[in-house]
């Protein structure tokens, strides 16, 4: 089955570390995304990328870092910088000529 | 600036009291208006895409209508598993990525 996949769905963090959330797609999608989910609040983009090797920056990228070195994964790695960083993070993929996203299952990152 | 915003914040219904859900938009120029279901601890799922005013979606007892300013989602005679949060969104000017409505969340009380 084509699709996203997450991992790990629950992630706990100290204070001061870093933490790496996993994301895969099987969909050949090109485009690839890291989206924030706090309760009330719409998605917030983190980062993007469109082609292998090329990442930009969302709205709230300060504290993060993404890498893309393949096209099926786009991990993203949340540092001791983010000082709030207990969230859902949701990755998403789309195809390219098309505006739909897909998104994984998400990762709920707690920092203890 | 491109934003979205969708009203009621929560809605409680009884099974079988059809209503309808608001997400109001305003973007420079529309490159489709995409509705979300999100169960709780779950990714969104894709439900919808309307591209122009007048176009209408329906799957089961959703139907998604779109005019030049906002877009409805019409829940038909819900069930309790129609309880979700229902998300919309738009592509942003540059179409790099999308611009979230906080969302809606619907309550079906059997």
């Known amino acids: 089955d084509g699709g996203i996949t997450q991992s790990p769905k629950y992630l706990f963090r100290k204070e001061g570390q870093n933490v790496t959330l996993s994301c895969e797609q099987n969909?050949?999608?090109?485009?690839m995304y890291w989206y924030r989910q706090d309760p009330g609040q719409g998605l917030r983009l983190i980062y993007y990328?469109?082609?292998?090797?090329?990442?930009q920056k969302g709205d709230i990228a300060e504290g993060y870092s993404v890498s893309r070195e393949k096209k099926e994964s786009f991990p993203l790695t949340v540092t001791s910088a983010q000082k709030n960083p207990t969230a859902f993070y949701l990755c998403?993929?789309?195809?390219?000529?098309?505006?739909?996203?897909?998104f994984g299952p998400g990762t709920r990152l707690t920092v203890l | 600036e491109d934003q979205v915003t969708q009203s009621p914040e929560a809605l409680r219904l009884q099974e079988g009291e059809s209503s309808s859900l608001n997400c109001s938009y305003t973007?420079?120029?529309?490159?489709?208006l995409f509705w979300y279901r999100q169960d709780p601890g779950k990714g969104p799922e894709f439900l919808f895409t309307?591209?122009?005013a007048g176009e209408e979606k329906e799957k089961e007892r959703l139907k998604a209508t779109l005019t030049k300013k906002e877009s409805f989602l019409h829940i038909t005679a819900p069930k309790p598993e129609d309880s979700a949060t229902y998300l919309c969104?738009?592509?942003?000017?540059?179409?790099?990525?999308?611009?979230f409505g906080a969302g809606t969340r619907l309550t079906v009380k059997p």
């Open positions: 998403a993929s789309r195809e390219q000529g098309y505006n739909e996203q897909f």
């Open positions: 969909l050949n999608h090109d485009a």
């Open positions: 990328s469109q082609i292998v090797n090329d990442f």
């Open positions: 973007v420079s120029g529309l490159r489709g």
């Open positions: 309307l591209y122009s």
């Open positions: 969104a738009v592509p942003t000017y540059n179409n790099n990525d999308m611009r």
